[in-house]
T-cell receptor, first 114, second 112 residues
Framework: NAGVTQTPKFQVLKTGQSMTLQCAQD?????MSWYRQDPGMGLRLIHY???????DQGEVPNGYNVSRSTTEDFPLRLLSAAPSQTSVYFC?????????????FGQGTRLTVV | EDKVVQSPLSLVVHEGDTVTLNCSYE??????LLWYKQEKKAPTFLFML????IEKKSGRLSSILDKKELFSILNITATQTGDSAVYLC????????????FGGGTRVLVKP
């Protein structure tokens, strides 16, 4: 019952460093997304994918890249970390058939950029 | 622009009280409205509402949707300390794909 697995759980970066947040799901879901959550705010969509090889931008895509080479994996890359990217990041997946919104979330990655 | 607004921002109640959380939305191509509970980590799914006037229930939690007035209510009766959490409301903001617009959440603290 792995569901959606995110790694790492915690990360501290220096300004300008790059890194990749990993997300994997074992439910054969076609839809996957990345959100960030800042204090006192709901989740905001960064990037999403409707299937392998297809990605698109969400609400706050700047400073992030994604790729979807397999159904299972959807990594999020920070190209040059900035303090404004300090946040909690959640990966989510959803089955597409009759999709009406329910998403399954990973446990989150708490990222601090100093 | 699609928008989801939750109120109140936070509330503090005592065990046994009833709480009512509000979620209003403005979205094109409405498909559904979802409620999530977020304790320390990942949001966990509570309800999905698609039709007006039909109440969804799960134990002490219930929710209803009003598509005419564009809002939903989440009720928690006989609250327990384990109900302490942030409750999030979300709507898919396009007809296809998996893009959810979330409200800012309501933080509920239940005191013993």
């Amino acid at each position: 019952n792995a569901g959606v697995t995110q790694t790492p759980k915690f990360q501290v970066l220096k300004t300008g460093q790059s890194m990749t947040l990993q997300c994997a799901q074992d439910m054969n879901h076609e839809y996957m997304s990345w959100y960030r959550q800042d204090p006192g705010m709901g989740l905001r969509l960064i990037h999403y994918s409707v299937g392998a090889g297809i990605t698109d931008q969400g609400e706050v895509p700047n400073g992030y890249n994604v790729s979807r080479s397999t159904t299972e994996d959807f990594p999020l890359r920070l190209l040059s970390a900035a303090p404004s990217q300090t946040s909690v990041y959640f990966c989510a997946s959803s089955p597409p058939r009759e999709y009406k919104g329910e998403a399954f979330f990973g446990q989150g990655t708490r990222l601090t950029v100093v | 622009e699609d928008k989801v607004v939750q109120s109140p921002l936070s509330l503090v109640v005592h065990e046994g009280d009833t709480v009512t959380l509000n979620c209003s939305y403005e979205v094109t191509n409405f498909r559904s409205l979802l409620w999530y509970k977020q304790e320390k980590k990942a949001p966990t799914f509570l309800f999905m509402l698609t039709s007006s006037g039909i109440e969804k229930k799960s134990g002490r939690l219930s929710s209803i949707l009003d598509k005419k007035e564009l809002f939903s209510i989440l009720n928690i009766t006989a609250t327990q300390t384990g109900d302490s959490a942030v409750y999030l409301c979300a709507v898919p903001f396009k007809a296809a794909g998996n893009k959810l617009t979330f409200g800012g959440g309501t933080r509920v603290l239940v005191k013993p």
